[in-house]
């Protein structure tokens, strides 16, 4: 895209301003954005949008053992590595600014609603707003990439790199090398719950994406201290809602057993679909998330009970 003297003005202004404006302007016009299964509903909320700094030393604590490993990327080595998965001009010198942008897109009520009443698998209308919001992403990252592109600036979004992989296999585990829940978390969009998934400000039920760019842009503050600040179980021990959803016991008050949640949606959810269902057609696959729903985080971040 290219774009106009007056675009160029704002986007000089306000980078993190503009940006944050034309995404949730892309995101809202997009026809992947509507059901056409359900009166042309809407597949996400407005989007969230968060900003951190690609030298965070934040970024190095990922790197730890006990928070994700040492195969995890820095935003730097995302940037040199996704730009030559991508076909870009290789990264050959440190860029003096390097940024991560960091996108939510959450589910809206309407389709939260249509989960609730499930206790072993996701329903039809979840699992389509979840397929389609993971294409709108894809394609929105895409369009912000050539933004920037266009105002003279690098960037890569990783998740739009094909075919995707998961390059690192640890404890039987598939694991990719740029987490896009800790970049929102270094990027101040949320705080991780006992099921690992993100509580955001618009709840837990969040897609999330990422780029990174060798534009300068003021970071997001981060209204929290550690990984599970905003979930009520770490906080004050007063909930657990989502292990009790569980269908597979891979979440309870002690720990979450990602491969017991693998093994449950690999096996035991495709066995249960094709019982109650029948075979899926491509793109819909049998899902849970039944974790994140009926929870105190389901729509906000859930105030502590001694509030």
Known sequence: MNLSPKDKLKFKANPAKYIEVEIKRYAAGSPLNRLPDYDNEPVIEEPLVGFAN???????????????????????????????????????????????????FTLPRKTRLSNRPKSRMAAPKWRYAYGLAFMLMSETLSHVVSLLESAGHRAVAPVCTRPMSFPIIRDGLPYADWSEKHAAYAAGMGTFGLNTSLITPSGISAHLGSLITDLAIRATPRTYDNLHAYCLHFRDGSCGKCASHCPSGAVNTLSFRAKKCLDYTMNDLQKLSRELEGELKPPDHPMCALCQIRVPCEACIPAAKSA
């Open 54 to 104: 690609g030298y965070d030393p934040i970024f190095d604590e990922f790197k730890k053992d006990s928070v994700i490993g040492g195969f995890h990327l820095t935003p730097l080595e995302a940037f040199k590595f996704y730009s030559e998965k991508q076909d870009k001009p290789a990264v050959t010198s440190q860029p003096a600014a390097l940024s991560v942008i960091s996108v939510g």
